[in-house]
């Protein structure tokens, strides 16, 4: 099973600030016809799961362009600019390359 | 616009049998392949299960595999898993979730299935 790895567990900031999370997977999720299988979610508060970002780097419909994801092969970041306070909840990275589908274990986003 | 909603929310007991439908819609739900994926009480995601848009192709998690069945029925656009031999370990929000072409975009409200004596 690939295993996703994010840091860090939780991060406080200040609104207007940005802050950045990172997973790493076990293996390189590109595959042979190109696209590399990694999203991005939030979890708000007693909330389903929101797609926020897919193949790395694309905006999933109607997600606000503060967040934005980079990274290659085994490396990611999520960033978020300009923190609001809707964005409090827990974010997770995902692979989507092979099953079993494996998710980071989350990173909480709080407001300072 | 997409909606997922699942039902058979509900307490059992250990070694007991249970079953879970999600009804689809706002989209060609025969067209795509659809997941049952977990999250137990404060605990991260994990997914469980995928089948194919046609129902060709099933695939399951080691933790479930041998005791949940994932099915569909594209004439009524309806997901569904079938629970055998739950543990306690099984009580978690099962969501039914949409396979979007590279990820799950989508995700039902969830429901929330206890294993309990």
């Known amino acids: 099973d690939i295993m996703m790895t994010q840091s860090p567990l939780s991060v406080a900031v200040t609104p207007g600030e940005s802050a950045s999370i990172s997973c790493r997977s076990s293996k390189s999720l590109l595959h042979s016809n190109g696209i590399t299988y990694l999203s991005w979610y939030l979890q708000r508060p007693e909330k389903s799961p929101q797609l926020l970002i897919y193949q790395i780097s694309n905006l999933a419909s109607g997600v606000s362009d503060r967040f934005s994801g980079s990274g290659s092969g085994t490396d990611f970041t999520l960033k978020i600019s300009k923190v609001e306070t809707e964005d409090v909840g827990i974010y997770y990275c995902?692979?989507?390359?092979?099953?079993?589908?494996?998710f980071g274990s989350g990173t909480k986003l709080e407001i300072k | 616009e997409v909606q997922l909603v699942e039902s058979g929310e509900g307490l059992v007991q250990p070694g007991s049998s249970m079953k879970l439908s999600c009804v689809a819609s706002?989209?060609?739900?025969?067209?795509?392949?659809m997941n049952w994926i977990r999250q137990a009480p404060k605990k991260g995601l994990e997914w469980i299960a995928l089948i194919y848009y046609d129902s060709s192709s099933k695939y399951y998690a080691d933790s479930v595999k041998g005791r949940f069945t994932i099915s569909r029925d594209n004439s009524k656009n309806t997901l569904y898993l079938e629970m055998n031999s739950l543990r306690s370990e099984d009580t978690a929000m099962y969501y039914c979730?949409?396979?979007?072409?590279?990820?799950?975009?989508?995700w039902g409200q969830g429901v929330m299935v206890t294993v309990s004596s």
């Open positions: 995902v692979q989507f390359l092979e099953v079993p589908l494996t």
């Open positions: 979730a949409k396979w979007g072409g590279s990820s799950v975009d989508y």
């Open positions: 706002g989209f060609t739900f025969s067209n795509y392949g």
